[in-house]
């Protein structure tokens, strides 16, 4: 008798396992045939074994975004992020996450991010998502939570970039116009930086300088960007902001000579705007009662700066 009882559940489980896995093909085929209201309707009067979780989920993804019902779409990743025990799904998971975050509000955005930090047991999926919560604050130009944010990562692992997050604090830092702050973590940084971060750190501190007023500053770091690394990625920029700087300052001459540099690897229509400026620039290079200053002065800004080397 016992033995028949046995045999009872073990036909009835796999009569069970059948019909869900019927019921679960039934649904992707309506997700396919784009029938959503009767994969809803089957959604809401079945419920699913366990085993089935992950491929539910992903099924329920797939119909929600069809619809366009972000924050269901969204519940749906995070039921993989927060519970499956395939880390390599969980893994591709995170950039679904991601694309579907931005049909959402910053608040909801932030409390889904939020749920999945606080529940995830996969310390990947976790930092993942903290760095998802510090984009999401920085779009919102909420930098001080962002940088919050970057500090718990840093504490958290030992498996990131730590300079590129500590970039990206000294990006919050000037935002919040914390100049003090991002001088003192520049110059921190400077000391145990290697060559190839070094050139980023003084573009930080021209920066810094520059959106804090001080110009003279910011010059100084530009010429030493311009003499010490010619191949620097922002070799635009640094040409543009010495051609601007020294103008400022009616050093025309020079402001003439970075226009012209830059001029030289600029697009068509930059350099259209260029040949404008350089005509003002020459204008103002003419009208100036001092104009022979300009050649006084145009050699020994090169040596003081190389001093500085």
């Known amino acids: 008798m016992r033995w028949l009882m046995l045999l009872i559940i073990i036909i009835f489980n796999s009569l069970h396992s059948e019909t869900d896995l019927e019921e679960f093909n039934t649904l992707k085929f309506y997700i396919q045939q784009n029938q959503f209201d009767l994969a809803k309707d089957l959604l809401e009067s ?15 993804i797939l119909l929600y975004k069809q619809t366009k019902e972000w924050e269901n779409a969204i519940d749906s990743a ?33 409390e889904k991010i939020t749920t999945v930090i606080n529940q995830t047991k996969n310390p990947e999926i976790r930092r993942e998502s903290l760095f998802l919560l510090a984009s999401v604050y920085e779009r919102n130009h909420l930098f001080g939570e962002a940088k919050d944010v970057y500090f718990v990562i840093l504490n958290d692992s030992t498996q990131v970039d730590t300079m590129q997050i500590y970039f990206n604090i000294l990006q919050a830092d000037i935002s919040l116009q914390n100049f003090e702050q991002a001088i003192e973590t520049i110059d921190s940084l400077l000391i145990t930086a290697d060559s190839l971060d070094i050139a980023d750190l003084y573009f930080y501190q021209f920066i810094t300088f520059y959106s804090s007023s001080q110009k003279e500053k910011a010059k100084t770091i530009l010429m030493k960007f311009y003499l010490h690394y010619p191949e620097y990625k922002n070799r635009k920029e640094i040409l543009e902001a010495l051609a601007e700087l020294y103008y400022d300052n009616k050093q025309y001459l020079l402001s003439l000579y970075f226009w012209n540099e830059l001029y030289q690897f600029s697009s068509a229509y930059k350099k259209i705007t260029i040949l404008n400026t350089l005509q003002e620039v020459k204008e103002s290079f003419v009208k100036d009662s001092l104009a022979i200053e300009q050649f006084k002065n145009f050699k020994p800004i090169f040596e003081d700066i190389d001093e500085e080397k």
């Open 78 to 110: 995070i039921d993989i992020l927060v519970h499956s025990k395939d880390n390599s799904l969980q893994s591709e998971m995170i950039s679904v996450f991601n694309e579907n975050l931005v049909h959402l509000s910053p608040v909801t955005a932030i």
């Open 46 to 60: 079945t419920e699913f074994d366990s085993t089935l979780q992950d491929s539910l989920a992903l099924q329920k």
